[in-house]
């Protein structure tokens, strides 16, 4: 993730002031709402003015002093901490402190100032707060019922650490108080699940070593409220004059997008399992169908020509109009029982039930005489034994490709090749066509194709989709050995 993006997450969430400013002019590039809000001006008003002119006179002079002082750093540093006095549009003034770190967005210099607007609760406060120049975090006794949390953090060359900044929504993001992570930055760690506790080490360390954007996902514990929060952490490195790192963003609440996950994850896999469920029940239907048409249908059609043949003989030898008849009564029985085979096979070829290999080198020689497109099967081992439903589903994946080929393709050639490991059986179908897009594939009415992937998900398997147009196209299917299949009465367990 880009350092800009989520630096437009802040600009749009956050309660805080926030100044995006450039480093070489020191003008306004980006402001949050906040922003925006307190000073009752929109946002193409502050664009473009020095940040200097939102402070009060008595306030301007020493603004300017602090920008231009970071600017004058050669090196990233700690932030620098300064009070002013902002003016609104509408004349009144209010006192804020700030914090200014210099950096860089997208390789361009730029100051970031995170300001918290003070409310003291008398006038002596506001003039003692405004004649310091130390930078101090309020002791903030109400809770913000904020989602996320602006924060700073340091790993010193020891490996301890420690939290210079943190806003207010400490207290209701991780259910303590500011002033105890101060005292106990060790607290922090604690609240992580132990189960999520490496990765949190290990994204950190590789933060700092590749000095890329620090971003982790993982679920603490907040005590007060007795309940698993999921959040996550985005921020990027600095590397300090003494070695240390510094590491400058956001923490964010993402319990209900965790769970609306988990929830899509569980409805998918529920899906799928009806998925699979209605698919074992059609492949039962058409075994059923074919073999009603193959045995009942089929020997009814083959009786009526043992009987015909039988009529056919005993016609009067003068009656030659009732041999014609006879003779195409006879031609459309034939027809009728191979149209009745050739729908037996196609519902359910019974050479399926002589195994995977048998039965795909059928469907190659099927399609060579239907489509006139030669088509070569080749199999690492003579037998393959698979359970009904895996042979079931790369025998539909086939049969469907076969078909896409020989409607779309244009292909001049065709091969199936069909593998197996220890772990695993694998099907290519590959052409020398048209090859299929991502687009036709993302087509709403593209139901052939989902089904080929359904089936395999189904399986826990997997398939892609390989094109270079007229040269080689290949569709892989790769399907586990398991014993562990769609079950329409058991739960599937959903990973946290």
Known sequence: MRDSQWFNALLQTSFDEIYIIDGQTSRILHASKSACANLQRPFDELRG????????????????????SLNKRTRNKEPLGFSAVFVRKNGTAYPILFRLQKCKINQIPTIIAVGQPQIPRKKEDADAQH?????????????????WLVYQIIQKNDGSISFPYLSNGCKHLLGITQNQLYANPDLFLSLILPQDRDSYIESMADSAIYMKSWNWEGRIWVDSI???????????????????????????NITQNKQDEMEIKLSRTRLAELSAHIEEVKERERTQISREIHDDLGGNLTAIKMALALLTKRLPKNRPELSEKAEYLDQLVDRTIEAAHRISSNMRPSILDIGIVAAL??????????????????????EIQLQPAQSTALFRIAQEALTNIARHAEASKVSIELTTSRS????????????ISVADRMKPQSFGIRGMIERAHAL?????????????????????FTDLFFNPEISLPVKN
């Open 424 to 435: 695993h059986v694998q099907l290519k179908i590959t052409d020398n066509g048209k090859g």
């Open 460 to 480: 826990a398997g997997k398939i892609s989709f390989d094109s270079v147009p007229k040269k080689r196209n290949t569709i892989t299917v790769v399907i586990p």
């Open 131 to 147: 004649a310091s120049n130390a930078f101090k975090i309020p002791d903030l006794q109400s809770e913000n019922d904020t989602p």
């Open 226 to 252: 007795k309940e698993i929060r999921w959040i996550n952490l985005l921020a990027t490195p600095f590397q300090l004059n003494d070695g240390s790192m510094q590491w400058e963003g956001i923490m964010t």
């Open 49 to 68: 003015l020095p940040f200097s002119t939102l402070a009060a006179s008595s306030s301007e002079t020493q603004l300017e002093h602090c920008l231009h």
């Open 361 to 382: 080198e059928w469907q190659a020689g099927e399609f060579t005489r239907q489509s006139g497109i030669p088509c070569h099967f080749e199999s690492t081992a003579p």
